[in-house]
C-alpha cells in the first residue's frame, strides 16, 4: 500500500457522516493531502447499482445473509475500483459506512452466524482495513426525525430507515460494543453537536491517530 491513509464514519440514520466526511476532506486538502471521500454502499458505478436494490428493499424478503452477500459485492467492486488504487496512489480516503455497518446491520441485527460473516468479510476485504473509523453517536430518534427531515416531499424511508424505534436502538449499542472492543481503531464521537464542532472535535482524533502533514 501507498502512503495513504483510510478512514471510515459509522452510525445511525441522520448521524452526520456525509457532512462530516466532507469537512474532514476539505481539512486535509487544506493541509495539501489528497482526499477522496466516498459512501458504501456504492462509491463505483456497479456498486452505486446495488444500493439503490438494497435501499429500495428489493433483497430484504431474501433474508439477512442475502443482504450481506449484496453488500459484500458492492464492496468488492468499490474497492477494486476506487479505494485500493486510491490509497496506492497515496491519497486518503473518507468513506461513510464499511464494514461496521455489515457487522451491525446483518451480523448483529440479523443475527448472522459470527464464522459465517467473518469469512465473507475476509474474502471481500482481504485485508484492507481502515486504519481509523469514528463512531457518530447519536440518539435515534433524533436521527430518524433528521433522515426524514432530509427527504423530498413525499418519498418514503429507505429500507433502514423504516425500521423500528427499536432496531435503531439496537444498532445503537451494537456500534458502541465494537468501538469498546477496538479502541486502537475506533473512537466515539458525540453526534449531537453542531457539525462545525463535530468537525472540529472529528480533526481532533485524526490529527492524534495519524500524521497529518505531508513529507516534504
Not at 63 to 85: K, N, T, V, Y
Request: glycine share 10%.
Amino acid at each position: 500500500m501507498g502512503k495513504g491513509r483510510f478512514i471510515t464514519l459509522e452510525g445511525g440514520e441522520g448521524a452526520g457522516k456525509s457532512t462530516l466526511a466532507r469537512a474532514l476532506s476539505e481539512r486535509l486538502s487544506a493541509a495539501g493531502i489528497t482526499a477522496r471521500t466516498t459512501r458504501e454502499p456504492g462509491g463505483s458505478p456497479k456498486a452505486e447499482a446495488i444500493r439503490g436494490t438494497i435501499l429500495a428493499g428489493q433483497v430484504r424478503d431474501f433474508g439477512p445473509f442475502a443482504e450481506a452477500l449484496m453488500f459484500s459485492a458492492a464492496r468488492i467492486d468499490h474497492i477494486d475500483s476506487l479505494i485500493r488504487p486510491a490509497l496506492e496512489r497515496g491519497e486518503w480516503v473518507i468513506c461513510d459506512r464499511f464494514i461496521d455497518s455489515t457487522r451491525v446491520y446483518q451480523g448483529v441485527l440479523g443475527k448472522l452466524d459470527r464464522a459465517l460473516l467473518a469469512a465473507l468479510e475476509a474474502v471481500t476485504v482481504s485485508g484492507l482495513m481502515p486504519e481509523l473509523t469514528l463512531i457518530l453517536d447519536l440518539d435515534p430518534q433524533i436521527g430518524l426525525a433528521r433522515a426524514a427531515g432530509r427527504r423530498r416531499p413525499g418519498e418514503a424511508a429507505d429500507r433502514f430507515e423504516g425500521e423500528t424505534l427499536a432496531f435503531h436502538r439496537n444498532l445503537r449499542q451494537a456500534y458502541l460494543a465494537i468501538a469498546q472492543a477496538e479502541p486502537q481503531r475506533c473512537v466515539v464521537l458525540d453526534a449531537t453537536q453542531p457539525p462545525e464542532a463535530l468537525a472540529e472535535a472529528a480533526w481532533r482524533v485524526l490529527r492524534e491517530r495519524l500524521p497529518v502533514d505531508p513529507e516534504p
